[in-house]
């Protein structure tokens, strides 16, 4: 699905990643961790193809094309979507009409998921305006749902969400990724960034990687990486070097 090569990412003139090198098969999905700072979310973006986030180096493979040129917008329509840690607010655009234009020829699902995930009374607000975190996570998992993408890649979907939403979150995230699906039918990917975990109990993540000063220094089982970061701490996780 997605094999990201010695990519180098230049953020306003500042090298944020270095040599990142990232292989996620189809059906598999993986979550990233790592401290504050470390360049997650610039990862993330870089991928999406967001224009300030300019790769230097390195190629991004995604379904089989080099999409290193393509804009954030062709990105997306050949399968990648992204939920956003801080979305934007958007004055002006009413969160129906966003859902109708992402719903293509499937309106249908604007009500079917939009109940699902507690939203219908928010079709007439503007996106994100005055949304509490909690309503913001849903409607972004809403927007996803809706769009349907091959590949969805997840900034912190849990930070700031209650307990009964995590649950609603965690199992529509799970859905998104086709976890709830045999392996063998499994065609859809995800990366997911993570502090906390808590999203690991609601998908089975194949793997997990520990980004650190721009660079992955660890791969492996991500409930183990998870239990050495919170026992030990990033430093001797780093240590471990199972790259
Ligand atoms: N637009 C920008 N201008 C200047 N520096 C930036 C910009 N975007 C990111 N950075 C810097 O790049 C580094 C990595 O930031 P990034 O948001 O990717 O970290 P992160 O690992 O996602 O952190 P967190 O866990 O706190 O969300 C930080 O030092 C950040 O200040």
């Known amino acids: 699905m997605l094999k990201v ?6 953020v306003e003139g500042k090298e944020v990643l270095h040599d990142v090198n990232l292989h996620i098969g ?18 993330l973006r870089a991928i999406m193809g967001f224009s300030s986030y300019k790769i230097t180096e390195g190629k ?16 997306a329509r050949y399968g990648m979507g992204m939920m956003f840690q801080r979305p934007p607010t958007i004055a002006g655009l009413k969160l129906g009409k966003l859902l109708s234009a992402l719903s293509g020829s499937a309106p249908e699902n604007i009500g079917k998921f939009g109940s699902q995930m507690n939203m219908s009374n928010f079709m007439d607000r503007d996106v994100n305006s005055g949304f509490s ?11 996803l749902l809706i769009q ?8 912190e979907p849990e930070s700031g969400v209650d307990l009964e939403n ?7 995230i799970a859905k998104l990724v086709e976890k709830d699906r045999h392996i063998i039918d499994r065609h859809k990917s ?8 808590y999203i690991l109990d609601y998908i089975d993540a194949d793997t997990g990687h520990m980004l650190c000063d721009g660079e992955i220094k660890c791969h492996g089982n991500p409930r183990e990486i998870l239990k050495l970061i919170q ?5 001797e996780c780093i240590k471990c070097q199972k790259n």
Do not use: A, C
């Not at 991004?60 to 990105?75: A, N, P, Q, W």
């Open 5 to 10: 090569t010695d990519l180098h990412v230049e």
């Open 26 to 43: 189809e059906g598999e999905t993986h979550v990233l961790m790592g401290p504050n700072g470390s360049g997650k979310t610039t990862l």
């Open 60 to 75: 991004i493979i995604f379904k089989g094309r080099d999409v290193t040129g393509l804009s954030l917008h062709e990105r």
């Open 133 to 143: 975190g909690g309503e913001i996570k849903r409607s972004e998992v809403l927007q």
């Open 148 to 155: 349907n993408p091959d590949f969805v890649m997840l900034d």
């Open 166 to 172: 995590i649950s609603l979150i965690g199992h529509s």
């Open 190 to 197: 995800g990366l997911i960034i993570t502090h906390t975990g």
């Open 231 to 235: 026992e030990k701490g990033y430093q």
